[in-house]
């Protein structure tokens, strides 16, 4: 019984077991990792990065690709700031935000899913669009000699951001909740079986009386939503809106989605593996912050966990794919 379950475990989450193993040796290495400090602001990166990755994983399983996901966080970290800025309603300001992941994700959506572009080379043009946008944006805001610059918001705004409820960061019960969202709308739905459907055949998806246009585009606009989601929780947590705060998000949000198990080719994963791979990643870059190792340290051991990551989720996904 034991043995079942633990196999059903490891089918749904196979970064689960490496998840505790990571805990336990950090925690070793440094008695400081599990700290009430250092878990809390381990919780709330996380919570910035699950968000985003949950748009990246539905993405992921229609086969598309999403490589504006980091400049669109940022962007929209930066639209709620200036906002804020200028008018003083918090709920203007995140409104704004969450319009600006909601443009870029609809503009993606239209241009892949009725105009049948290539997802890698628009999503690439988009990141560099929608970042200068945010850097034009914030220099024009903070007015430094056309410098761009963090724009700042209220201390009694980020109070929220920063602030704790039962112990656990507040940005943290936001993700709980997208994620509950995000696996009913996949598993429990009929949006959700023809997401996975056009993932593993999108022609015969098609044949079956799917309007693949409508979903794939759905699919990013729901992206976009996500992404700006996680700007204004991202804003929130900083204090300001900073258009390089985006910059490494990306490699992170891929590597969360792929390490937790959802396929690149479409069709297998879900939100839940993805919750998991971010953990993973958060969880070794605060680790390795603790211990001392400088940037590119990081950046070599976040290869490596890239590397056997997906090593050990196709190995799962295989296996649950023969059974």
């Not at 969202?181 to 015969?204: C, D, K, P, S, W």
């Not at 947590?237 to 258009?243: F, K, M, S, T």
């Not at 939100?271 to 990081?298: C, E, H, S």
Request: hydrophobic letters at 55%.
């Amino acid at each position: 019984m034991i043995r079942s379950h633990a196999a059903q475990i490891l089918r749904n989450a196979p970064m689960a077991p490496v998840l505790i193993g990571i805990i336990i040796v950090f925690a070793i290495i440094s008695p400081g990792f599990l700290s009430a400090f250092n878990t809390q602001n381990l919780m709330r990166d996380a919570s910035v990065l699950i968000v985003a990755a949950m748009g990246a994983t539905l993405v992921f399983l229609i086969s598309g690709l999403d490589l504006s996901v980091g400049s669109t966080v940022a962007a929209s970290a930066v639209g709620a700031a200036i906002v804020m800025q200028n008018t003083g309603n918090i709920g203007i300001a995140l409104g704004a935000g969450l319009l600006v992941g909601v443009l870029v994700g609809a503009f993606n959506g239209v241009l892949i899913g009725y105009a049948r572009l290539v997802p890698f080379v628009l999503t690439l043009g988009t990141l560099l669009a929608v970042r200068a946008f945010a850097y034009l944006g914030s220099a024009a805001q903070v007015g430094q000699g056309g410098t761009a610059g963090a724009v700042s918001l209220p201390i009694e705004v980020t109070g929220f951001g920063r602030g704790l409820t039962f112990g656990l960061p507040n940005i943290f019960y936001i993700a709980v909740v997208v994620v509950a969202a995000v696996a009913v709308l996949v598993g429990a739905t009929r949006f959700g079986r023809e997401v996975r459907l056009i993932g593993q055949n999108e022609r015969a998806a098609a044949f079956s009386g799917i309007n693949v246009k409508r979903v794939t585009f759905l699919v990013y606009t729901i992206a976009g939503l996500l992404s700006g989601i996680a700007g204004c929780m991202l804003a929130l947590r900083l204090g300001a809106g900073n258009p390089a705060s985006g910059d490494s998000l990306l490699l992170q949000v891929i590597t969360a989605v792929i390490i937790g198990g959802t396929a690149l080719a479409g069709g297998h994963g879900g939100p839940i593996r993805t919750v998991f791979g971010a953990f993973v990643i958060i969880a070794i870059d605060r680790g390795l912050t603790l211990v001392g190792f400088q940037f590119w340290d990081q950046q070599i051991v976040l290869g490596l966990v890239i590397l056997f990551g997906t090593l050990i989720t196709r190995r799962f996904n295989a296996r649950r794919r023969l059974a």
